[in-house]
């Protein structure tokens, strides 16, 4: 079964910290993407990637395929980063993502 | 700027009634998607549209249809509405493929049934 678990649900941080979110999946996939969503509801897409790492601002997503595992790392934290952060797969040759439950974000000042 | 347009913030409709949500986008995306959100389980596909007129069943259609006449409007229907579709409805669109192409959403419906 096509399966995307993410860790922890919950994170709340100091600002200025680091952050660490994981993504983990059940089986081969062709692509991980992982998006920000705001109080509000507004879902924006950070990153795609099927190999290695990308890094935009102070946000690096990286993944290890053989370990089937993504991670989202965000720098010096700000309390403007707190977010639900969600992970989705492309799983084979599937036309769909399959998303994980999310990752609510709180970044205290 | 991509624009994606969901015709209502808020909606609340009593149980049986017919429930249109209506999603417009101005990109000239092939792909739409139309999406549920409810607390603890995430994202969830109700249906998806790769061209005008052509679509397909996602993880939970059961209870809805879709209607896709222009490559702009993606609209989700709700054939007989009941209280277990209280949910946050997402919209989105893209370029094919969904592997290399973000998704862009809308700001979400909240529609409750009573």
């Known amino acids: 079964k096509n399966e995307v678990e993410q860790s922890p649900q919950n994170l709340t941080a100091q600002e200025g910290e680091f952050i660490t979110i994981n993504c983990s999946y059940s089986v081969g996939i062709s692509a991980l993407h992982w998006l920000q969503q705001h109080p509000g509801g507004g879902i924006v897409s950070l990153f795609m990637l099927s190999s290695g790492k990308k890094k935009h601002g102070r946000l690096i997503a990286t993944i290890n395929i053989q370990e089937k595992h993504s991670s989202l790392h965000i720098t010096a934290s700000h309390p403007r980063d707190s977010a639900v952060y969600i992970c989705a797969a492309l799983f084979g040759s599937a036309r769909q993502l399959t998303f994980g439950s999310g990752t609510q974000l709180t970044v205290l000042p | 700027d991509v624009k994606v347009t969901q015709s209502s913030r808020y909606l609340v409709k009593r149980t049986g009634e017919k429930v249109f949500l209506e999603c417009v986008q101005d990109m000239d995306h092939e792909n739409m998607f139309w999406y549920r959100q409810d607390p603890g389980l995430g994202l969830r596909l109700i249906y998806f549209?790769?061209?005008?007129?052509?679509?397909e069943k996602g993880d939970i259609p059961e209870g809805y249809s879709v209607s896709r006449e222009k490559k702009e409007r993606f609209s989700l229907i709700l054939e007989s509405a009941s209280t277990n579709q209280t949910s946050m409805y997402l919209c989105a669109s893209s370029l094919p493929p969904v592997s290399n192409q973000p998704q862009h959403f809308g700001d979400g419906t909240r529609l409750s049934i009573l």
């Open positions: 549209s790769y061209d005008v007129k052509m679509k």
